[in-house]
């Protein structure tokens, strides 16, 4: 019945009474009427649907109310992502009725509909997405008082001391909120978890890990399972494998991993094509479904990288043991084995379940060393036309991808070193070599032929997905690079991957190309995991998921468990159909929500860590260029990639800001500053605790 009620408001071109329900439903049972009453009350306090004052019903959206996601800010104010809408609405301070960020509103549009940007009002509190908060408490008397980790969190909380676990000044805390004190944001709560002192090495990490609701620690019944994993592959286990033992198979990863679950191998054939084998570790084996293990794994969704650890999703006797695909030993693996023309098209495949025998524990550095200087590393010589076979089909599968339209931003990414104690030492760029590249293609194309073989049986699956931009945020995009004295010629409006390839490849001679490829991809949807397929713009690819890191990722441990049951266990049956259309609704939305959690944990991490190393460099002076212009100042980024702000308050002039240019330009000293400018600038001001850096500019280059 719901969803016919949902139906007959979406197509109803006016409000409609209960009685007008009553007769699109042909109701006439009196409990028919009142199962329909009951949920329609539900609907409303669920915010799906709008009742108004004069006892009508309509779609929440065809009112004058927007439900959407509070994201506030420190100083007081707020802005609404509406759902299913990419525009947002201004909150001013007095109008957030009691909310904080990141809960749940309903909010009413207040402004008129000539003005260009939307305000409103909080009307109601739909829900909390939190109930704890991560602080700092201070008695004073009894009384413990908490100065939350987040600015954005306008709330005083007050602790009792008898619910304050022991705690003493300068604990960083986990506090629950108990009780509401006055419509002023004052609470009373209880602590419920000590993190440990704020002076202890590593919990400022710790403290913001705690904040994303992030798993340091693994429950009693995972625990005990874990205890019952085997350390070594048994012959019993090999049984319908095909043995791959003997074949050149090798991993390719970073320094420092111990996580491995990719590895793989290459062969010549004789009609010239290619045949590349992708070998995944094989979790899902170990990690059966609707286990504690499973279950803990599907709650993390993810492992988080740090600049001093790594929180996994599995224990470390599954990502460093028996699932890690290390040198020397049996492992279980999934292969996707494929064969490739000389012009990187795929003319055949197989997807199977093996074990294979690593060869060797390569690391991009010495990869790199063989492929782009000619200097073969001790242990590498028996592998240098392997790796050069790689490193050629490498070059063709990217080459054919870039000529569908594959986008590359070429976005470098910054490497925190840090001392025994966590302190930073030195912010450097990472590399991106030939190495890293190459494995990088090879998992593309793996995850493509994976996820196109279920597509074409017509299988719930679970997709990887990148949407197709917005055409406004395009065009708004052009529009700016178009006022820096750039044009882009030909018809954009079909808005396909080869028109921002276009762009790109138009803009990267350019010196600002950095900033502006930043700001193009800053115009992009992000990429999220569904039960459908929408193809994964960024990639120009039709059809993609994600079964290359297991280990490391829950959606890609289901990919192989939807593998195991469809192609080597043949469960094709209704009943696992209708089982997995329901499930992975749950697992596309929660992993990506765990995602976005551990990328905004990881990103937080980096800025607090930045703004610590430059609390050594205050009164130093750096090169830079200006990444973004806002009304309140500019940002500057160094070229190891931290950033911080000039604010405007602090430059010695009244500045004139031109929105649609993204410039500011002095009254007096007519200077103006606009991206892309290089610039010498002095560190100011930096702070680890409230994790921001500024800067003065010194003069332009």
Same mark, same amino acid.
Request: charged letters at 30%; a negative charge; hydrophobic letters at 35%.
């Given at each position: ?279 995944? #570790? ?32 599995? &224990? ?97 990414? #910054? ?30 194309? #793996? ?12 299988? &719930? ?35 396909? &991957? ?98 976005? #959690? ?104």
């Amino acid at each position: 019945m719901e969803d016919k009620i949902v139906s007959i408001l979406k197509r109803s071109d006016k409000a409609l009474t209960i009685y007008e329900l009553e007769d699109e439903l042909n109701l006439i049972e009196v409990e028919e009427i009142q199962q329909m009453q009951d949920i329609l009350n539900e609907l409303e306090k669920k915010a799906v649907i709008y009742h108004s004052n004069k006892d009508r019903y309509m779609m929440l959206e065809d009112s004058h109310l927007k439900r959407g996601i509070m994201r506030a800010n420190k100083k007081g104010f707020g802005f609404v992502d509406i759902d299913y809408d990419d525009r947002d609405v201004y909150i001013n301070q007095d109008n957030m009725n009691g909310s904080i960020h990141d809960d749940i509103v309903l909010v009413e549009i207040t402004s008129k509909k000539s003005m260009p940007r939307l305000e409103g009002r909080v009307v109601k509190i739909l829900k909390r997405e939190k109930e704890s908060f991560v602080g700092e408490i201070n008695f004073k008397k009894n009384i413990g008082y908490i100065t939350l980790d987040e600015a954005k969190v306008k709330l005083q909380i007050e602790v009792p001391r008898d619910m304050a676990m022991n705690a003493v000044d300068g604990h960083k805390v986990i506090v629950k909120l108990v009780k509401k004190l006055d419509n002023h944001g004052r609470y009373s709560g209880q602590v419920v978890e000590i993190i440990g002192h704020k002076n202890d090495p590593g919990v400022d990490i710790l403290s913001i890990v705690k904040k994303y609701n992030i798993s340091t620690f693994f429950p009693d019944d995972v625990k005990n399972e874990v205890k019952g994993v085997p350390d070594n592959v048994s012959e019993e286990e090999l049984r319908g494998r095909r043995d791959l033992r003997n074949e050149m198979i090798f991993t390719i990863d970073g320094d420092d991993t111990k996580d491995i679950d990719d590895a793989i191998s290459i062969e010549r054939l004789k009609n010239g094509h290619y045949k590349l084998g992708v070998h995944i #570790a094989d979790v899902s084996y170990y990690v059966k479904e609707g286990s504690p293990l499973d279950q803990e794994a599907m709650e993390r969704g993810t492992s988080v990288y740090l600049v001093d650890r790594v929180i996994p999703m599995l &224990p470390h006797e599954l990502s460093n043991g028996i699932c890690s695909l290390n040198p020397g030993v049996d492992r279980l693996a999934i292969s996707c084995v494929m064969e490739f023309d000389q012009k990187g098209r795929q003319v055949d495949y197989e997807i199977f379940e093996s074990v294979i025998r690593s060869c060797k524990q390569m690391t991009y550095k010495n990869v790199n060393s063989v492929l782009e200087k000619d200097i073969i590393p001790d242990g590498y010589e028996e592998y240098v036309d392997t790796l050069t076979l790689m490193a050629e089909l490498a070059k063709i599968l990217r080459q054919m991808k870039e000529d569908r339209g594959y986008i590359d931003f070429e976005v470098d990414e #910054a490497k925190i070193l840090v001392d025994e104690n966590c302190v930073p030492t030195d912010v450097v760029l990472r590399n991106r070599g030939t190495g890293e590249t190459l494995i990088e293609d090879f998992m593309i194309a #793996a995850n493509e032929c994976v996820a196109t073989h279920i597509y074409f049986m017509n299988l &719930p699956f679970i997709y990887r997905i990148h949407e197709v931009p917005k055409e406004e945020k395009i065009r708004s995009f052009l529009n700016y690079i178009q006022t820096l004295g750039y044009q882009v010629s030909g018809n954009l409006k079909e808005n396909n &991957p080869k028109t921002i390839q276009k762009i790109i490849k138009m803009l990267d001679d350019k010196p600002e190309f950095k900033v502006l490829s930043s700001l193009l991809l800053r115009s992009m949807q992000k990429a999220v995991y569904r039960p459908e397929n929408l193809g994964h713009f960024g990639l120009a690819s039709k059809c993609y998921t994600h079964f290359t890191s297991p280990i490391r990722r829950y959606p890609d441990t289901t990919v192989h468990r939807l593998l195991r049951t469809y192609l080597f266990q043949h469960k094709l049956d209704d009943s696992t159909m209708k089982h997995w259309e329901e499930k992975l609704v749950y697992v596309s939305e929660h992993s990506s929500e765990r995602e976005r #959690a551990s990328i905004d944990c990881e990103r937080e991490v980096e800025d607090m860590k930045m703004a610590e190393y430059m609390e050594k460099h205050i009164g130093e002076e750096f090169e830079g260029m200006i990444s973004s212009v806002l009304s309140f100042g500019l940002f500057i980024e160094l070229d190891n990639l931290i950033e911080g702000l000039v604010p405007i308050k602090d430059m010695n002039d009244f500045f004139v800001y031109d929105e649609d240019r993204m410039t500011l330009t002095g009254e007096r000293s007519h200077v103006k500053y606009t991206i892309g400018e290089r610039v010498l600038v002095k560190v100011v001001r930096a702070s680890k605790v409230e994790k921001i850096i500024d800067f003065e500019i010194i003069k332009k280059l």
